[in-house]
C-alpha cells in the first residue's frame, strides 16, 4: 500500500464532500508496462531487429591511420605552392593568426619577442660564421642559450609579481 502524499489535497475533497473521514488510501492506479513490441527508448535497433526476426549483420570497423605532422606540413605546402603550367607561382600565407597567437603568448609569459629575436638572429650568424672555429661557435651559442632562458626566467618571474599583485 503506497500513501498519497497530496495530504492537502485530500482533506480539502473530504471538505468539500462534506465527510468527517479523510481516506489516504493510494487512488493512483498502476503502471502498465508497456510491450516490448512497443517499446523503442530502451531497446537498441539491433534489439528491436531481433525481436522481430530480422537478421543483423555488422560490417568490421575499418581503420584510418591518422595523418602525421609531416604529411600534414607537407600537403600544406603544397596547397600553398600552386603549379601552372611550367613555372611555379607562389601563394601568399597569411601569418597574421599565427603572430597574434604569438604575441597573446607572449604577452601572458611576459616574455620581450624583440630581445629574443635579436639573440636569435646572433645565434645564426654565428652559425654561419665561417671565420670561428667549431669550440669558438659552440661556446658563443651556449652562452647566447643562457640569456634566452634568463630572459624567459625574468619575463616569468614579472608575470608571477603581476599576478600576485591582482
Do not use: C, W
Amino acid at each position: 500500500m503506497m500513501i498519497n502524499s497530496n495530504y492537502a489535497q485530500q482533506v480539502a475533497q473530504a471538505k468539500s464532500n462534506n465527510t468527517s473521514i479523510v481516506n489516504f488510501d493510494n487512488s493512483i492506479p498502476a503502471v502498465q508496462p508497456i510491450p516490448g513490441e512497443k517499446d523503442t527508448v530502451t531497446f537498441s535497433d539491433k534489439a528491436l531487429a531481433m525481436m522481430n526476426g530480422d537478421e543483423i549483420k555488422e560490417n568490421a570497423l575499418t581503420y584510418v591511420r591518422p595523418e602525421t605532422a609531416r604529411s600534414l606540413l607537407s600537403k600544406s605546402e603544397a596547397a600553398n605552392t600552386a603549379e601552372v603550367g611550367d613555372a611555379k607561382e607562389d601563394v601568399v600565407v597569411d601569418n597574421r593568426f599565427s603572430e597574434i597567437m604569438q604575441n597573446i603568448l607572449d604577452k601572458r609569459l611576459g616574455i620581450d619577442r624583440e630581445r629574443l629575436e635579436e639573440l636569435e638572429a646572433l645565434m645564426e650568424e654565428i652559425a654561419n660564421n665561417e671565420n670561428m672555429s667549431p669550440e669558438e661557435k659552440e661556446l658563443a651559442l651556449e652562452k647566447l642559450a643562457e640569456m634566452r632562458e634568463k630572459i624567459i626566467e625574468e619575463g616569468r618571474e614579472i608575470q608571477e609579481v603581476v599576478k600576485q599583485t591582482e
